[in-house]
DNA sequence: AATAAAGTCAACCGCACAGCC
DNA sequence: CGGCTGTGCGGTTGACTTTAT
């Protein structure tokens, strides 16, 4: 059995202060990101290594961009969502400055409704499947946690372009337009090499030490040889 | 003005993977 | 080779805010 990651006694949990965050921010501005795990105690901190991760990436990191997504935002990150489906960290490294969790809640709260209310499931990006306001929040409740615990954990990614079991179009074959004309994509002449993202620029930039955005599945040897993707590349 | 419902988002949790020993 | 550890990811939760009644 393993280890619990930190002792959760004697450890803060929930909302930041401003004094943990000013503790936090000042340790990695001296010493750089990495060894999450004895972080915390180094810095001075009563939290464990990965909120204290999590914190940084999502909060602290100083280009990390805050506020409203823009329109041309929005539509990469339906356009990639449709090609990679729920792959928010590599969703997000093809947007600078935004997170995984904050594309993550992005498209939950915003994006999932917009694509719904437009008719199309968001699930797997096809117009044309029927979805009644009643179905409109099962969608949203099942799709939301869709293969996570009932199944287990899903080791499979989500498969943007599953069917969807009726005679309903794919939306976002990658660079298709769509059928409905009021929904219409610009073309974002997307780049979708899988190049890796530059790392925090203001974390010590130490060799060994993995780009940030490097997620599991990008270095899925399936990843890179999707048919999909390659049309891109 | 009060309350319920819906929406938002920061943070937590559990799991999987890579690397090390 | 197998176990252990550190890290990163996606899903979920719950507190807080906003909107509707």
Known sequence: MRKPCCDKQDMNKGAWSKQEDQKLTDYIQKHGEGCWRTLPQAAGLLRCGKSCRLRWINYLRPDVKRGNFADDEEDLIIKLHALLGNRWS?????????????????????????????????????????????????????SASSGSKENGKNTEPTKPHDGCGTNCDLVSDAASGLEDESYSLPDLNLDLNMSMVSPSPCAPQDDNKKPIHESKTSRDPHFFSSPTLLLFQ
Do not use: F
């Open 90 to 142: 590599l969703i997000a490294g093809r947007l600078p400055g935004r997170t995984d969790n904050e594309v993550k809640n992005y498209w939950n709260s915003h994006l999932r409704r917009k694509l719904i209310k437009m008719g199309i499931d968001p699930n797997n990006h096809r117009i044309g499947c029927k979805i009644s306001p009643l179905q409109n929040s099962a969608t949203l409740d099942s």
